[in-house]
Every structure is written in C-alpha cells, then in structure tokens.
C-alpha cells in the first residue's frame, strides 16, 4: 500500500512560516515528479510547487519568491518551506506524487490526505 503522509501544517500568523513535509512509504520502484496543490474553501485545487527528476522546480507565480520546494530523494521527501505567508495562502495543502511500482511500468499519480494551512492577519 503506498501512503503519502503529509505533516507540518498548522495557523500562522500573517508575514511567519511554515514547512510542510511528505513522505512516500510503502512498496515502489521509483518517484518521478513530486509537488505540493492546495485548495482554498470554494476554490478549485491549484499547484503550488513541483519538482521533477531531471527538469527542475516549478512554482505558482502567486508563491514564487516565498516558497521553496525540495527533495530528500534518498527518503523520498519533500518539503515545502513556506515564507512570508499571507491570509490568502489559508488552504488545504496536498502532496501529489508519480510513482512506478515496477522498472517499465507508468507512473501513476498518488494523492496524500492533506493538511491545512491557516495564516491569521
């Protein structure tokens, strides 16, 4: 069973920090992208940050600047340090993965269960 297990989340007062973790546990073969969405009360699910083995970050242009994705590849981690944090950055933030269980077959897209995210003004 393949679990992303998310952490890190909690309320923060407007201009503080957070850093979110994800961890991939059980059985697979390999992690191709890793990144982190959030979805806001009555908003659809954005991205937030990716980072893709072999082809770099990317970052919403709403978070660029005051979120760092990265990657612990030995752990199969990642990390989304959250800076500068605003009332509008309030949402449940999810970790999303592409994971192989076999050399050759596809990647597939695997969902953790969320942690929320609240920033105070």
């Known amino acids: 069973q393949v679990q992303l297990v998310e952490s890190g989340g909690g309320l923060v007062q407007a201009g503080g920090s957070l850093r979110l973790s994800c961890a991939a546990s059980?059985?697979?073969?390999?992690?191709?992208?890793m990144g982190w969405y959030r979805q806001a009360p009555g908003k659809q699910r954005e991205l937030v940050a990716s980072?893709?083995?072999?082809?770099?970050?990317n970052y919403a242009d709403s978070v660029k600047g005051r979120f760092t994705i990265s990657r612990d590849n030995a752990k199969n981690i990642v990390y989304l340090r959250m800076n500068s944090l605003k009332p509008e950055d309030t949402a449940v933030y999810y970790c999303?993965?592409?994971?192989?269980?076999?050399?050759?077959?596809?990647?597939?897209?695997?969902w953790g269960q969320g942690t929320q995210v609240t920033v105070s003004s």
């Open positions: 059980g059985s697979f073969f390999s992690i191709n992208r």
């Open positions: 999303n993965a592409y994971m192989s269980s076999a050399p050759g077959v596809a990647y597939s897209e695997r």
């Open positions: 980072s893709t083995s072999g082809a770099g970050t």
